[in-house]
């Protein structure tokens, strides 16, 4: 069985930092892209950060140049690192995924989602 698997939300002040780790977990051939998505409550979910295999990165205009994406390939992990927190960024983070379970097999994985929360 595959699986996302996320850690890291909390509550945090404003200005402050949080990082959030997503690993892939279970019988996996490959890791695709990667990604991080966020809803608020009564907002649609949208994109934070993507990042491909090959480690090009994608933001939201919202986060550019306070949220940072990595990945280590080797241990099919996607890091979020949240600088400069803002209350806006209060939302249920959830980490994507496009893996394959075999050569000719990709699809798309979502985590269950962790909260970030920004107090004023």
């Known amino acids: 069985q595959v699986q996302l698997v996320e850690s890291g939300g909390g509550l945090v002040q404003a200005g402050g930092s949080l990082r959030l780790s997503c690993v892939a977990a279970?019988?996996?051939?490959?890791?695709?892209?990667m990604g991080w998505y966020r809803q608020a409550p009564g907002k649609q979910r949208e994109l934070v950060a993507h990042?491909?295999?090959?480690?090009?990165?994608n933001y939201g205009d919202s986060v550019k140049g306070r949220f940072t994406i990595s990945r280590d390939n080797a241990k099919n992990t996607a890091d979020l690192q949240m600088n400069s927190l803002k209350p806006e960024d209060t939302a249920v983070y959830y980490c994507y995924a496009n893996l394959q379970a075999s050569r000719w097999v990709a699809a798309d994985y979502w985590g269950q989602g962790t909260q970030v929360a920004v107090s004023s």
């Open positions: 990042i491909t295999s090959s480690g090009s990165t």
């Open positions: 279970g019988s996996i051939f490959g890791v695709n892209a």
